[in-house]
């Protein structure tokens, strides 16, 4: 991005090679080539464009000219689901690093630079191998399937709520703290065109939001209180979405911790357990979204999202 002053602020602006001659060396032995595959903010990002970038990953993975690793710049308001799809869908062969930044070129403190050169020290490194899809982001090292956007503004802006990092970027040199798992379960999802809702419930919930998306989607993430509890009044359109057979995923809105069954009045996490509703582990409510597409896509049926 640069600041556009007809504009009237951010827009996308730099290709690759533009991006690289603004910062020059980036202190790598490894050869760069540069593909320019779009050039959008991460919003404009639907399921299709980061099903097709997917695509383009996997077929520079798979090549018979497989790079040392592979670095893809993105916007930050969607990196968290571009890095989950490739982590989750992709072999964990070839390192695939995702970056961004969250000041502009035109911003004093442009914190692309260093991003840009941390994330290409991580896919060129012996130790990355097998890891698969990363985020590397202000010097951490965070496995795709864990990340999330935790600040608006900040320059630290990602995290990994639910699990440590698998290490960190110090003075230009990866440091893993966490051994790699080439073998970790891969998804064979063929698209993201499963319809899945989030629904966050409300106090005093009657259900009536959960009830509207029944007929339009295939399946449903419910953000629930605390350790997945919801108001009574939302269960019966709760039991209407299992009735159908659709998945219905509990989350919390809380960003540390998991949902668990330990209350058992109406409407407490251990009820909605029992009836059939899923949990969804180790995930914000964005990537328990993005789990069960992958899941109904293909064509997973159990009873509850891996860990």
């Known amino acids: 991005m640069q600041r556009n002053a007809t504009a009237g602020g951010n827009i996308p602006a730099l290709g690759g090679r533009e991006l690289l001659a603004m910062i020059g060396d980036l202190g790598t032995p490894h050869e760069l080539r540069v ?30 000219n497989v790079p040392a690793g592979l670095v893809i710049t993105h916007g930050t308001d969607t990196l968290e689901e571009t890095a989950y799809v490739l ?30 050169r941390d994330a ?20 951490r090292i965070l496995d795709g399937s864990d990340v999330t956007k935790l600040d608006t503004f900040g320059v630290d802006a990602f995290g990994a709520p639910h699990a440590p990092a698998l290490g960190a970027v110090e003075a230009g040199t990866p440091r893993f703290s966490r051994p790699a798992d080439p073998d970790r379960l891969r ?16 106090l005093g919930d009657d259900g009536s939001q959960v009830d509207s998306a029944l007929p339009r989607f295939d399946g ?3 953000e629930a209180f605390g350790r997945g509890n919801v108001p009574p009044g939302a269960v019966p359109a709760i039991r209407r979405w299992l009735d159908t057979g659709k998945p219905v995923v509990l989350a919390s809105r809380c960003p540390f911790g998991v ?21 969804a582990g180790p995930r914000p409510v964005s990537l328990a979204r993005l789990e069960l597409v992958l899941c109904l896509s293909a064509g997973v049926r159990y009873g509850g999202l891996p860990a």
């Open 35 to 64: 593909e320019d595959w779009d050039r959008l903010p991460g919003v404009h990002r639907g399921p299709a464009e980061v099903w097709a970038m997917r695509e383009r990953a996997m077929a520079i993975v798979t090549a018979s």
């Open 87 to 116: 982590a989750r869908t992709l072999p964990r062969g070839v390192p695939i690093v995702v970056t961004g930044s969250m000041r502009t070129s035109s911003d004093p403190g442009w914190d692309g630079p260093e991003n840009l």
């Open 259 to 279: 949902v668990g069954g330990e209350y058992a009045f109406e409407g407490g996490g251990g009820q909605l357990l029992r009836l059939g509703v899923i949990p």
């Open 187 to 202: 998804l064979s999802a063929r698209d993201l065109t499963a319809r899945v809702a989030i629904v966050q419930l409300i």
């Open 220 to 222: 449903l993430i419910i």
């Open 120 to 139: 290409v020290a991580v896919a060129g490194h012996a130790d990355a191998r097998g890891r698969g899809a990363m985020v590397v982001f202000a010097g």
